[in-house]
C-alpha cells in the first residue's frame, strides 16, 4: 500500500471511531442525509454551489443548511435575516475567518489580512486600512479613479472588441496607483507580477479541496515524498505571492530612500508610523499594501465586465440610463463624482448589476469560536459558517422577479433612489468582516459605469462579415463567479465622443 494511503487509512479509522463514540447528540440544521465517515462532504457541490444551496434550503424549508463529515461541520445561511442575526449580532461568535490548509500554506494570515484570525492584531491591520478607506477619505482617491478610467476609454477606442485585457488593467492600474503612486503601463512588469500572483490564487480556487485541507497533518510531509505533490505546488504559488507582497513594496522604498516616492496610500502610513520599530510596522505595511491588491482588483474588474455583458443584453437599459447622463452631463465633458448626486440611473445600473450577478456568490467563510444555538438548531464551535449571497440576493420576496435585469427596482415613480429596497450590501461580505474598501470600490463602479455610458453604445461585437456575433450568459463554478470570456463592440456615441475621449487621455498623459 503506498504510504500516503496508508496515512489516509489511519486517519479514516481514527475517524470512524470519533464518529461512533458515545456523545450528546445535538438537533443540527437540515442537509442531505450522511453517509457513513464522511458523513455528507461529498453532498457538497463543487460548482455553482450558491443555486444548489438555495434549492435546498427551499426543500427543507430552512434559512440554515448543515453539512458535517471528516471532522468538520458546514453552515450555510441562505437569508438576510440569519445573516444579520448571526454575523452582525452575534458577530463576537462569528468573526473569525475559516481558511483552508492549503490557502495557508501559499498566502497566510501573516500577510494576508482578510485571513486573520478576529482579534487584536487584525482590529489593528483592519484600523490602519479604514482610516484611508472610510467614507469621508475616499475622495482621496478620485482624481486617481478619473485618471484610470479616462485611460479606459481611450484603450476602448483603439481596440474596441478584445475589451476584456483593458478591464483587467484598469483595475489593476489604479490600485498599484492608489497604493504606491506606479504609474503603470499595461505590459508593465510590476503589473505582471501582481497578476502571475493572482492566477495563483485562482489555480487554488478552481483546484478545489486539496487532501491536505481534509488532512492537516500531512502538511508536515517532506516535499519530495509520494503523494505530496501539494507541496511542491504551494512552494511554487507561495513564491508568487511573496513577489506580489515584497517585490513593490521594495521598490517603493527605493523611491522614497531616493526622494522620488509620489504622494499614495503606503507614503501616509509611513509618514504616520512610530518609527521606534519600524521593522515590525514594516511587515504590517506589506501586508496591508499586497492585501488591498489581491482583495480589490478581480472583484472589480469581474463587475465592470458583467456590467458590460448586461449593457449587452439589456440595450433599452443602456438608452435609459444614458437619457439621464446627457441631461446631466450633457455632450462636451466626462462624468465625475460630483455628478453622483444626479445620476440615480446609473447609481441603480451599478447596484443591480451586484445584485444580479455578485462577483463571490458564496462569501468568504466564518467560523463560529463557540457553540451557538439559532432557530432550535446547533452550531457547533469550530463551525465553517458561510453566507449564501447570490441567494440572499435572489430573494423574491425582497427583489421581485429576481432574475430579471431590472434597475428600476431601486428607483422610486419620480426617478429617485428608493430607501425601501435593500441596496445588495452582502456583496461585500458580512458583520465586522465586511470589506472595508467597498466605499472606494463603489465609487471606482460609479465613474467607470457613467463613463463608459456617456460615450460609447456597448453592443454585441461582429465578426468579418459584420455578422453579429450572439453572447452566451455563462459564468465560471468557482469562488470568484464571472462571465466566461466573450466579446463586445464599443462604438462612440457621436462625433465628439472620440475627440473627448483623447483629449481627457493627454490631460492625464
Same mark, same amino acid.
Given at each position: +500500500? ?21 456523545? $450528546? ?22 460548482? *455553482? ?55 495557508? $500554506? ?10 486573520? /484570525? ?17 467614507? #469621508?477619505? =475616499? ?43 506606479? !504609474? ?28 491536505? !485541507? ?5 502538511? @508536515? ?22 513577489? +506580489? @507582497? ?43 499594501? #499586497? ?26 437599459? $443602456? ?26 440611473? =446609473?447609481?441603480?445600473?451599478? *447596484?443591480?448589476? +451586484?445584485?444580479? @450577478?455578485? /462577483? ?15 432557530? #432550535? ?16 440576493? *435572489?430573494?423574491?420576496?425582497? @427583489? ?18 428608493? !430607501? ?50 450572439? =453572447? ?9 463567479? $464571472? ?27
Amino acid at each position: +500500500m503506498a504510504p500516503t494511503l496508508v496515512y489516509v487509512s489511519i486517519a479514516l479509522t481514527a475517524l470512524w471511531a470519533i464518529a461512533f463514540r458515545k456523545r $450528546q447528540h445535538y438537533r443540527y440544521p437540515p442537509g442531505p442525509k450522511s453517509l457513513p465517515i464522511v458523513g455528507n462532504i461529498l453532498h457538497v457541490p463543487t460548482g *455553482h454551489g450558491w443555486i444548489t444551496f438555495r434549492d435546498w434550503a427551499r426543500q427543507y424549508g430552512s434559512d440554515l443548511l448543515h453539512f458535517h463529515g471528516l471532522g468538520m461541520h458546514i453552515v450555510v445561511v441562505n437569508s438576510a435575516k440569519a445573516a444579520k442575526d448571526l454575523f452582525e449580532k452575534r458577530y463576537i461568535n462569528y468573526s473569525d475567518k475559516e481558511v483552508s490548509t492549503m490557502m495557508l $500554506q501559499v498566502a497566510g494570515p501573516e500577510r494576508n489580512w482578510i485571513m486573520m /484570525p478576529y482579534g487584536d492584531e487584525w482590529k489593528e491591520h483592519r484600523r490602519l486600512f479604514h482610516q484611508h478607506f472610510r467614507p #469621508g477619505s =475616499v475622495s482621496q482617491f478620485h482624481p486617481k479613479q478619473s485618471k484610470a478610467v479616462r485611460r479606459l476609454l481611450n484603450l476602448l477606442l483603439d481596440s474596441r472588441d478584445d475589451f476584456l485585457p483593458h478591464v483587467r488593467y484598469m483595475s489593476g492600474s489604479l490600485i498599484l496607483d492608489i497604493i504606491y503612486a506606479f !504609474d503603470v503601463q499595461p505590459d508593465d512588469s510590476r503589473l505582471a507580477l501582481v497578476e502571475k500572483a493572482m492566477s495563483a490564487g485562482e489555480e487554488i480556487v478552481k483546484t478545489g479541496i486539496f487532501l491536505v !485541507d481534509i488532512f492537516p497533518i500531512l502538511m @508536515y510531509l517532506p516535499a519530495w515524498f509520494p503523494g505530496a505533490g501539494f507541496k511542491r505546488k504551494a512552494a511554487k504559488w507561495k513564491a508568487l505571492v511573496d513577489d +506580489m @507582497y515584497e517585490v513593490p513594496y521594495g521598490l517603493f522604498k527605493t523611491a522614497v530612500n531616493e526622494g522620488g516616492a509620489q504622494p499614495c496610500l503606503t507614503l501616509s502610513l509611513l509618514s504616520e508610523a512610530d518609527t521606534t520599530d519600524i521593522s515590525k510596522l514594516e511587515e504590517t505595511f506589506i501586508a496591508l499594501t #499586497g492585501t488591498a491588491y489581491s482583495a480589490g482588483s478581480d472583484t472589480t474588474a469581474i463587475t465592470i465586465t458583467t456590467f458590460v455583458l448586461a449593457m449587452i443584453l439589456n440595450p433599452e437599459i $443602456q438608452a435609459f440610463v444614458q437619457e439621464e447622463l446627457d441631461q446631466v452631463v450633457g455632450n462636451d465633458r466626462l462624468p465625475v463624482m460630483e455628478d453622483q448626486p444626479s445620476l440615480p440611473r =446609473v447609481a441603480a445600473v451599478m *447596484h443591480e448589476v +451586484m445584485r444580479r @450577478y455578485p /462577483p463571490m456568490p458564496l462569501a468568504t467563510p466564518h467560523r463560529s469560536t463557540t457553540d451557538d444555538e439559532y432557530n #432550535g438548531y446547533h452550531i457547533p464551535a469550530g463551525s465553517m459558517v458561510i453566507g449564501n449571497t447570490w441567494a440572499i440576493l *435572489h430573494d423574491e420576496e425582497v @427583489y421581485p422577479d429576481p432574475f430579471s435585469f431590472n434597475p428600476k427596482r431601486f428607483l422610486s415613480e419620480d426617478g429617485k433612489l428608493r !430607501d425601501d429596497v435593500p441596496l445588495p450590501t452582502e456583496t461585500f461580505g458580512y458583520g465586522r468582516r465586511i470589506c472595508a474598501g467597498r466605499y472606494f470600490a463603489m465609487d471606482a463602479l460609479f465613474l467607470a459605469i457613467s463613463s463608459l455610458l456617456a460615450v460609447f453604445n456597448i453592443e454585441k461585437a461582429v465578426d468579418e462579415n459584420g455578422k453579429p456575433i450572439e =453572447v452566451k450568459v455563462e459564468f465560471t463554478p468557482y469562488v470568484f463567479s $464571472q462571465p466566461k470570456p466573450f466579446k463586445a463592440r464599443f462604438k462612440p456615441r457621436n462625433p465628439g465622443a472620440e475627440s473627448l475621449i483623447r483629449s481627457a487621455a493627454l490631460a492625464d498623459a
